[in-house]
């Protein structure tokens, strides 16, 4: 199947930029397992634009940023929305702007987190997890685009929430292959009952560490392997069928 019989994928990035990279690397993994023997090569590749914009990093204080954040997520979305079919946002915190998205009424369709980590948990039969991300996420609140997930399974959350902020910080901060934030992470997950960890933040993916007994689960992972079903979903019209692009660039 080539890319002109799928539907396009947009990634919005930049909260951090490496998570956009990550989710687009994982994203053409999972379409090479997906596809198995009809994959051929390039031309079996999805198509992907990535949208990175630096600013969204004032997600990691949503508390005090949040129309800031919203209005540089709005454009971004109105940017990608007539060039691609699906939406994909590679931060967990950002997902919490979801009942705005889709008040938008864009054209594209933003594939939701938190309907993939539900997904997940109910395929899995998941009764208990532990959950890691930035502050945000993590506290359930109002904040958080898991705050739901609670009907589902059990969570566990870390005992000091700013440790897991700050450690999330340090990684944009220093990079993932850190020795010290990789050492931070490992006591980290020590701490933790639950087998399953669930890492809700993109950062966290990206340090490499052996959890001996535990299953981590990449919410960017899960996130590619949904965009590569989706994609290929021939069911959907894509961008090219609908009027109401006209091949041009929504605005804000």
Same mark, same amino acid.
């Given at each position: #199947? &080539?890319?002109?019989c799928?539907? =396009?994928i947009g990634?919005i990035?930049g909260s951090g930029?490496?998570a956009?990279v990550d !989710?687009?690397?994982? !994203? +053409?993994?999972?379409?090479?397992e997906?596809?198995?023997t009809a994959?051929s090569g390039?031309l079996d590749a999805p198509?992907?634009?990535i949208?990175?914009?630096?600013?969204l990093?004032l %997600?990691m204080h949503?508390? &005090?940023?949040?129309?800031?954040v919203?209005s540089?997520?709005?454009?971004?979305? =109105?940017?990608l929305?007539c060039?691609?079919?699906?939406i994909?946002?590679?931060c967990?915190t950002?997902?919490?702007?979801?009942a705005?998205?889709?008040? !938008?009424?864009?054209?594209?369709r933003?594939?939701?987190? %938190?309907?993939?980590? %539900?997904?997940?948990?109910?395929a899995q039969?998941?009764?208990?997890v $532990?959950?890691l991300?930035?502050?945000?996420? #993590?506290e359930l609140?109002?904040? %958080?685009?898991?705050?739901?997930?609670?009907?589902?399974?059990s969570?566990?959350?870390?005992?000091d929430s700013d440790?897991?902020?700050?450690?999330?910080?340090d990684?944009?901060?220093l990079?993932?292959t850190?020795?010290?934030v $990789? &050492?931070?992470?490992?006591?980290l997950?020590? &701490?933790l009952?639950?087998?399953?960890?669930v890492l809700?933040?993109?950062? +966290?993916p990206?340090?490499?560490?052996q959890?001996?007994?535990r299953q +981590?689960v990449? #919410?960017?992972?899960?996130?590619?392997?949904?965009?590569?079903?989706a994609?290929l979903d021939s069911?959907?019209?894509p961008?090219t069928? =609908?009027?109401?692009c006209?091949g041009?660039?929504?605005?804000?």
């Amino acid at each position: #199947m &080539t890319s002109e019989c799928r539907l =396009r994928i947009g990634i919005i990035s930049g909260s951090g930029p490496e998570a956009g990279v990550d !989710l687009w690397s994982k !994203l +053409l993994e999972e379409n090479r397992e997906l596809l198995g023997t009809a994959f051929s090569g390039d031309l079996d590749a999805p198509y992907v634009i990535i949208l990175s914009e630096p600013r969204l990093g004032l %997600s990691m204080h949503l508390e &005090t940023h949040e129309e800031e954040v919203w209005s540089q997520l709005e454009t971004a979305l =109105r940017t990608l929305a007539c060039q691609v079919d699906l939406i994909a946002i590679a931060c967990n915190t950002l997902h919490y702007f979801e009942a705005r998205i889709g008040s !938008l009424r864009l054209p594209a369709r933003l594939v939701s987190l %938190s309907d993939v980590l %539900s997904d997940y948990v109910r395929a899995q039969g998941l009764r208990q997890v $532990a959950l890691l991300g930035a502050r945000p996420v #993590m506290e359930l609140g109002r904040w %958080s685009p898991y705050r739901r997930l609670g009907a589902l399974v059990s969570i566990e959350r870390p005992r000091d929430s700013d440790a897991v902020h700050r450690l999330i910080l340090d990684i944009k901060r220093l990079g993932p292959t850190d020795g010290l934030v $990789a &050492t931070r992470f490992s006591t980290l997950l020590e &701490t933790l009952q639950s087998r399953t960890v669930v890492l809700a933040c993109t950062e +966290l993916p990206l340090i490499a560490v052996q959890a001996v007994g535990r299953q +981590l689960v990449d #919410m960017n992972r899960l996130l590619a392997r949904a965009l590569v079903v989706a994609s290929l979903d021939s069911s959907c019209a894509p961008i090219t069928a =609908r009027p109401s692009c006209n091949g041009a660039l929504a605005q804000p």
